[in-house]
């Protein structure tokens, strides 16, 4: 991405962003040879905005990919939520409340998230699972630094 396609105005459109790129992974998949199409997908969404600009996907749009594209090519979705309930506003597109998860947005918690996101993945990839206790780490980074 480059400044021509994204600049910083205050608006979140999210949707937009998560329907654009669902769309631009599945048209991928639909180009590629099967032996070369990737066998797990993971699709994290980290957000310190609430939904406030879509144009083109409603949050109903949205909840209508996930749905799809986790139930038929079993696509895992994670949202990582900051200054937002993570929890409610994945609901909103159709993703559980045990793969969303509040997180403090700065340096350590960013790097916090891409930390523990590794872990995951590299779980995902051997396991064709995502641990149940997968954000445990930002939980508590989450709840101990905010009633400090």
């Known amino acids: 991405m480059t ?6 105005g205050g608006s979140t459109a999210l949707y937009d962003a998560i329907g654009r790129t669902i769309s631009k992974i599945v048209q991928v998949r ?25 144009r083109e996907y ?15 090519y079993g696509w895992e979705f994670i949202y990582l939520g900051a200054n937002i309930d993570a929890e409610v506003a994945a609901e909103e597109v159709g993703i559980s409340p045990e793969r969303a998860q509040d997180f403090i947005a700065d340096k350590e918690g960013i ?3 891409f930390e523990v996101m590794s872990e995951a993945v590299s779980h995902y990839r051997s396991a064709a699972s995502i641990p149940d ?3 445990k780490r930002i939980k508590k980074d989450f709840k101990d630094r905010k009633e400090r």
């Open 3 to 8: 400044e021509k396609e994204y600049a910083v």
């Open 30 to 54: 639909k180009t590629t040879a099967p032996e070369y199409q990737a066998g797990h997908v993971i699709f994290l969404i980290i957000t310190d905005g609430m939904e406030n600009a879509s």
């Open 58 to 72: 409603s949050a109903q749009m949205v909840r209508e990919m996930i749905k799809r594209e986790r139930e038929s």
């Open 111 to 113: 790097h916090l998230n």
């Open 133 to 135: 206790d997968w954000n």
